[in-house]
């Protein structure tokens, strides 16, 4: 059976591990050093709850015309919106951090990953690719912490989570073909995001999809991808 070795480029500062491709045509990499998750475990849950409540507030607002219109109008945009961006931003931050983390601590569970550990941060920017990859990514780190005999089977948590997330960039894409506008003014594609003019429904499938992503975080984070095995050293990102 023949084998490939190559250098795999990662982050500024990271070292490249050599690989073999498997007869599936999946990664195989030496073992890395553990990276800990149950921290940032921690702060995502606390921020994408903090996401889902200003969700859930917005829409018990809209539905049911709290208040006067002009409060209605500076609660939602100021108030709401503002609290959404700015948790946002650092949720996308921590996240993406936590995803590559749990990538590469996937290795360590014998489990092939089928995409780079360099994927885990530009799946979700290359346009086209970003529509699959970080699906794999999580259903690979997934599948990596269940038992041998159970990674065969649909991974239907990560799939309910990514069905969610594409179904908010496709509802957000059609609010804007309606208004002959772009998704956003500072945002040439199609993605989920929060504004005065996200629809309800682009609200809900961000709302449902924070909440299954956090029982995925935390699964992952105190399961066996979670956790350093025996022989692994703890690994500082640079």
């Keep these: 059976m023949s084998s490939i070795v190559a250098f795999s480029p990662g982050c500024a500062g990271e070292r490249g591990f050599a690989m073999s491709t498997s007869p599936s045509g999946m990664i195989n990499r030496e073992r890395p050093g553990f990276l800990p998750l149950k921290g940032l475990a921690n702060i995502l849950t606390v921020l994408m709850a903090a996401v889902v409540t200003v969700i859930a507030t917005r829409l018990t ?80 780190i997934w599948r990596a912490g269940l038992p041998a005999l159970e990674r065969a089977k649909t991974a239907w948590l990560p799939v309910l989570w990514w069905a969610c997330w594409l179904l908010a960039a496709i509802s957000v894409g059609v609010n804007a073909s309606a208004n002959s506008q772009p998704a956003h003014p500072r945002n040439p594609y199609i993605v989920p995001f929060i504004s005065p003019g996200t629809r309800t429904s682009s609200l809900a499938l961000l709302a449902i999809d924070g909440l299954l992503l956090i029982p995925m975080v935390r699964a992952v984070s105190g399961g066996p991808v979670g956790s350093p095995p025996d022989d692994a050293q703890p690994q500082d990102l640079p």
Excluded at 66 to 71: E, F, K, T
Excluded at 102 to 109: F, K, P, T
Excluded at 128 to 135: D, E, Y
């Design 61 to 140: 607002v809209q539905q049911f015309s709290l208040g006067s219109a002009h409060w209605r109008d500076y609660f939602i945009g100021s108030v709401l919106n503002s609290t959404a961006d700015f948790t946002i931003a650092g949720l996308s931050i921590l996240f993406v951090v936590w995803f590559r983390r749990a990538r590469i601590d996937a290795e360590l569970q014998d489990y092939p990953q089928r995409r780079a550990r360099g994927w885990a941060f530009w799946g979700w920017i290359v346009p086209i690719v970003n529509l699959w990859f970080p699906f794999q990514i999580m259903g690979d």
